[in-house]
T-cell receptor, first 111, second 116 residues
């Protein structure tokens, strides 16, 4: 079945450091890919998405490119802030009502 | 537009009881999906409703059920609660055509259920 694998956390960075969170997937079809973020005590917020190969999703300085050849959707940000501290989830959907999530990666940014 | 709302935000129940959680989707969204989030299992899909019909179902026992009303609001019910049902239950809504293709899902804040 379909699955998503994320790099294990926690990831601890200093403010203004470069961030990469790796995400790879397996899918039988041609899924849409997503990054969601969860702040403490809250639900999930959509961060960015991509629906076809080579699409780049971007939002709030975060970027991820849909790489079909490597089945990857790595999240990057050039300069993280303390306010970016949260749990990040990579997810896929075969365009049904079901999202399949990775296990989540906790990011801690220190001043 | 108002976001997805879920009520109640917190619930405490005892083993054997049943519970009903409510979700109001974003206006105009007809698809509602439910997820369970636990530290051990992560985020797992429960089911999806579209136009009052269950369209997709995850691998959960029959104690977990749901329904959707004509105004797209949805409820999920868990009967005979077990300690392992303690979790954050998240609802998400999306616009979805009759083709079955679902657009981006937008999540509510969740209901934190504690089973004692």
């Amino acid at each position: 079945g379909d699955s998503v694998t994320q790099m294990e956390g926690p990831v601890t960075l200093s403010e203004e450091a470069f961030l990469t969170i790796n995400c790879t997937y397996t899918a039988t079809g041609y899924p849409s890919l997503f990054w969601y973020v969860q702040y403490p005590g809250e639900g999930l917020q959509l961060l960015l998405k991509a629906t076809k190969a080579d699409d780049k999703g971007s939002n709030k300085g975060f970027e991820a490119t849909y790489r079909k050849e490597t089945t990857s959707f790595h999240l990057e940000k050039g300069s993280v802030q303390v306010s970016d501290s949260a749990v990040y989830f990579c997810a896929l959907s075969e365009n049904t009502g079901k999202l399949i999530f990775g296990q989540g990666t906790t990011l801690q940014v220190k001043p | 537009k108002a976001g997805v709302t879920q009520t109640p935000r917190y619930l405490i129940k005892t083993r054997g009881q049943q519970v009903t959680l409510s979700c109001s989707p974003i206006s105009g969204h007809r698809s509602v999906s439910w997820y369970q989030q636990t530290p051990g299992q992560g985020l797992q899909f429960l089911f999806e409703y579209f136009s009052e019909t269950q369209r997709n179902k995850g691998n959960f026992p029959g104690r977990f059920s749901g329904r959707q009303f004509s105004n797209s609001r949805s409820e999920m019910n868990v009967s005979t609660l077990e300690l392992g049902d303690s979790a954050l239950y998240l609802c998400a809504s999306s616009s979805s055509g009759t083709s079955g293709r679902t657009d981006t899902q937008y999540f509510g804040p969740g209901t934190r259920l504690t089973v004692l």
